[in-house]
């Protein structure tokens, strides 16, 4: 049975979420959540419609690898998931996703949307470019 991934980008206001597999070595932006009062609630129902096994979260450090305050609010939110799901969660460095994400992103659009509507875009692709570098190195 392949593990299944959930990568995660996480923001202040938003966690972009990307799923993947053993399997398949691929990863996909999945969706973005509020980062909110039901954000917990809403991961669990994603972690079960998706059967994911383990949890990968970006780690974002500064260009030097030093931590930085959103690096400490993310080991927070680690330790929040790590005790409602029980499940494995892995860090994964994530400088430059952002930006590679909006890039990408981008690259590929071809309408103009909504500039909220780009930036969940956008967070569910760090999310996956998050989950696919954990996915390259396994």
């Given at each position: 049975m392949p593990e299944v991934?959930?990568?995660?980008?996480?923001?202040?206001?938003?966690?972009?979420?990307?799923?993947?597999n053993s399997f398949?070595?691929?990863?996909?932006?999945?969706?973005?959540l509020p980062n909110n009062g039901d954000l917990y609630?809403?991961?669990?129902?994603?972690?079960?419609?998706?059967q994911v096994t383990q949890?990968?979260?970006?780690?974002?450090?500064?260009?030097?690898?030093?931590?930085q305050?959103?690096?400490?609010?993310v080991k927070n939110f680690a330790r929040k998931i790590k005790?409602?799901?029980?499940?494995?969660?892995?860090?994964?460095d994530e400088r430059l996703t952002s930006f590679e994400a909006e890039r990408q992103f981008k690259s590929l659009r071809q309408n103009s949307?909504?500039?909220?509507?780009?930036k969940d875009q956008i967070d569910a692709m760090?999310?996956?470019?998050i989950l696919q570098s954990f996915l390259d190195q396994n």
């Open positions: 991934y959930l990568g995660i980008d996480f923001g202040s206001k938003r966690i972009g979420l990307a799923l993947g398949t070595g691929a990863a996909r932006a999945l969706s973005v609630n809403a991961l669990a129902k994603t972690i079960k419609e998706w949890i990968i979260l970006g780690l974002p450090l500064d260009m030097d690898g030093e931590e305050e959103i690096t400490r609010q005790h409602h799901t029980q499940l494995p969660l892995n860090f994964v949307q909504a500039k909220a509507k780009n760090a999310a996956q470019i």
